[in-house]
């Protein structure tokens, strides 16, 4: 078992073994935009809440201890993406693009690494 396995159970960034998918509305809010109309808000939060959830738990948890690895330098974390400016920037062929090209660097880097690479693709976190 490698050195990186009791980081497992550990609870980072205050995160709460108690958690549910509402329990952020219970944390205070520092930089919210105003919304003026509380039933067009919750309208939109009821459209999000019905999509699939963007990452799913089993995902979480094998990054979660594959990001152990790289902490002790069992395998190396190659994070890429693009801060979109616009949602018309935001499609499906940038996003294949951004993907192919970190799937590329991740195949070079485990060849002249020979240890593994964890892909991170972060898309978006501008809007």
Request: hydrophobic content about 40%.
């Amino acid at each position: 078992m490698s050195s990186s396995s009791s980081l497992l159970t550990d609870t980072p960034f205050g995160l709460s073994e108690n958690w549910a998918p509402h329990s952020w509305k219970s944390k205070k809010a520092l930089q919210l935009p105003e919304y003026p109309n509380p039933d067009e808000l919750g309208s939109v939060l009821n459209t999000l809440e019905a999509f699939p959830p963007i990452m799913f738990a089993g995902e979480a948890r094998k990054l979660k201890e594959q990001l152990a690895q790289a902490t002790f330098g069992e395998a190396f974390l190659l994070q890429g993406g693009d801060c979109a400016k616009s949602f018309k920037e935001f499609n499906a062929n940038n996003i294949r693009d951004s993907f192919r090209v970190l799937l590329q660097m991740g195949i070079v880097l485990t060849y002249g690494a020979q240890i593994p690479v964890i892909k991170v693709l972060s898309l978006g976190f501008c809007f």
